[in-house]
C-alpha cells in the first residue's frame, strides 16, 4: 500500500479521498490555490502545498506545480479525484515518468476514452450498443448531409472531445444543418481546443442510464449496478439514484454483463463508469468515464462497497475485495447536488456561509467541505455539497430526503435546496417518470407561471 498519496483537487472529493486515504493507513498531501488556504482539506491533510493563485490553469491545472509538490513531499501516489486533470492523458504519462503511481487509468484508455469517436469504436467492437450515427467525424457538410438522411431528423451533433454539453446542437431538418454544424464544431474548438464532430440518432426521451465498473490488475472485472442520472439541466447531471427506477432486475444484470465483459476485453484497470442513453428498452453507449463519478456515492450505498477504498486499493496493485456473485443491490440511495446557485435562475452566489447546519440521522450522507464562515470562491465549480440519502426502498428514500433538505441550513449564499423541495412535491417525480429532458421543460414551466 501507499505511504502518501497526493491529492490533485479540491473542495468534497479532496476530503473524501483524503478520508480514505485515512482508512488506510496512508498519510496525504493536500495542494490548494491562495485562493482555497482555509479550505476544509487543507485543514485536514498532514501536509499542504500551495501550488499557484485562484485561476485554475495557474493551480490546479498546473502540472508542473503539482508534481513539484509530489516530489517535495515525497508522495508516492497521485490521486486526481474529479474534473481538472482527472482525464488528462498528458499528465497521466508525466505521473508515471516521475515514478509515481496515477491513482486511475492507463494514459492509453483515458486518451481512448476521451476522444468520443474512438471510445465508439473500441467499445463498439466489444459488443456495446451504440446509437446510429457517422462512422467517425464529419469531414465536411457533405459527409454530414448523407449521415443525417441515413439516420434520419432530429439529429444530434457531437463533439469528439470533451463534455458535458459543449459542441452539441441539435438539428430538426435539413435547413439546420450547416448552420448547426459550423457552430458546435467553432464551440468545441474554444472549449476542447479540437472542433471535430460527428452525429448521430437523436433520442426524444430517453434515460441516462450509467454501469459503474471495476477492474483490477488480477484479471478481476465487476460491475455495480447501475446509476439513473436522467435528472439534468443543460446536459448538467442536477441528481442521481440507484437503483433505476425503470430497470426490471433483468435488464440490470443484461446491461451490466454486457458491460462488464466489454471492459474486461479492453484490459482496463481501475474503476470507471459506462454511459448509457436508454428509450424503447434499447441500450445506447454515450461515452465512458475513465474516473471517479461525482454521483459515486448512491452505488456505494446500494452495494456497500467503499469506491473510493477499492480505487485506492487497485493502484496499489491489490485484488478487488469482492468478486461479481458477492455484489448485491440493496435498497435505495439519491443524491442531489448542492450548488450554491440562485435555485431558479442559476446564477451561481460565491460568498460566506454565516451560518451552517448539515441533515443527519439514520440513511444521510452530507459530503461537503464547507464549514461557518467559509468564503466560497467565485473561481470554481459552484457545487458545494452532497446530500445523499439511502432506504430500504424509494418511498422512504423520498420521504428521508424531505426531511433533510428541511434540516439543511447554509445561509448567507443562494444554493438550490429550494429547487430539490420543489422537485419532491411533483407527482412525475415522485414516480420516478422523468427523462433527460424532463427538468429543462418543468423549470422552463416554473418560468412561465411565474
Given at each position: 500500500?501507499f ?15 483524503h ?21 476544509m ?6 501536509e ?20 513539484s ?11 486526481p ?12 504519462e508525466?505521473?508515471?515518468a ?6 486511475g ?6 486518451k481512448?476514452m476521451g476522444d ?26 457533405d459527409?454530414a ?7 434520419g431528423?432530429p ?7 470533451g ?7 441539435l ?10 454544424l459550423?457552430a ?21 426521451k430517453?434515460r441516462?442510464?450509467e454501469?459503474q465498473?471495476?477492474a483490477?490488475s ?9 446509476r ?9 447531471k ?7 427506477p425503470v430497470?426490471?432486475?433483468?435488464q ?33 453507449f ?14 456505494e450505498?446500494?452495494?456497500?462497497i ?22 448485491k ?12 446557485e440562485?435555485?431558479m435562475?442559476?446564477v451561481?452566489?460565491p460568498?460566506?456561509i ?18 461557518d464562515?467559509?468564503?466560497i470562491?467565485?473561481f470554481y465549480?459552484?457545487?458545494?455539497g ?5 432506504g ?11 426531511r433533510?433538505?428541511e434540516?439543511?441550513v ?15 412535491d411533483e ?10 429532458h424532463?427538468?429543462g ?5 416554473q418560468e412561465?407561471?411565474?
Open positions: 500500500m505511504k502518501k498519496v497526493l491529492i490533485a483537487n479540491r473542495g468534497e472529493i479532496a476530503l473524501r479521498v478520508r480514505a486515504c485515512r482508512e488506510l493507513g496512508i498519510a496525504t498531501v493536500a495542494v490548494h490555490s491562495t485562493a482555497d488556504s482555509k479550505a482539506h487543507v485543514r485536514m491533510a498532514d499542504s502545498v500551495c501550488i499557484g493563485p485562484p485561476q485554475a490553469k495557474d493551480s490546479y491545472l498546473n502540472i508542473a506545480a503539482i508534481l509538490a509530489a516530489e517535495i513531499t515525497g508522495a508516492d501516489a497521485i490521486h479525484g474529479y474534473g481538472f486533470l482527472s482525464e488528462n492523458a498528458r499528465f497521466a508525466i505521473v508515471k516521475h515514478n509515481i503511481t496515477f491513482i487509468p492507463s494514459s492509453d484508455h483515458i481512448t468520443k469517436i474512438a471510445a465508439k469504436k473500441a467499445v463498439g467492437d466489444l459488443g456495446i450498443p451504440l446509437v446510429p450515427g457517422s462512422d467517425g467525424a464529419l469531414s465536411n457538410i459527409e448531409r448523407a449521415a443525417a438522411k441515413e439516420i431528423y439529429a444530434l451533433i457531437k463533439a469528439a472531445s463534455g458535458g454539453g459543449r459542441g452539441m446542437k438539428v430538426e431538418h435539413e435547413g439546420e444543418l450547416e448552420q448547426q459550423h458546435a464544431s467553432s464551440e468545441a474548438e474554444a472549449a476542447f481546443g479540437d472542433g471535430s464532430v460527428y452525429i448521430e440518432r437523436y433520442l426524444k430517453p441516462h442510464i454501469i465498473i471495476a483490477d488480477h484479471g478481476n472485472v465487476v460491475h455495480l449496478g447501475e439513473d442520472c436522467s435528472l439534468q439541466r443543460r446536459n448538467q442536477v441528481l442521481e439514484e440507484a437503483p433505476s430497470l426490471t432486475p433483468e440490470r444484470a443484461q446491461i451490466g454483463e454486457t458491460t462488464r465483459k466489454a471492459i474486461e476485453g479492453l484490459g482496463y484497470l481501475g474503476v470507471g463508469t459506462v454511459e448509457y442513453l436508454y428509450e424503447n428498452g434499447e441500450f445506447f454515450i461515452e465512458m468515464n475513465t474516473r471517479l463519478q461525482v454521483e459515486h456515492p448512491v452505488t450505498h446500494v452495494t456497500g467503499d469506491l473510493v477504498r477499492e480505487q485506492i486499493s487497485i493502484a496499489a496493485g491489490n485484488p478487488l475485495s469482492f468478486k461479481q456473485e458477492d455484489v443491490i440493496q435498497g435505495h440511495a439519491i443524491e442531489c447536488r448542492i450548488n450554491a440562485d435555485p435562475t442559476f451561481p452566489s460568498g460566506r454565516n451560518e451552517f447546519h448539515a441533515p443527519g440521522g439514520l440513511g444521510i450522507r452530507f459530503d461537503s467541505a464547507v464549514y464562515g467559509y468564503d470562491p467565485p465549480d459552484s457545487m458545494i452532497k446530500l445523499i440519502v439511502f430500504d426502498n424509494r418511498d422512504l428514500v423520498l420521504n428521508r430526503l424531505k433533510a433538505l434540516e439543511t447554509l445561509a448567507g449564499i443562494k444554493t438550490t435546496v429550494p429547487l430539490f423541495e420543489k422537485l419532491l407527482p412525475e417525480f415522485q414516480k420516478g417518470d422523468y427523462h433527460i424532463w427538468l421543460e418543468w423549470l422552463a414551466g412561465k407561471d411565474d
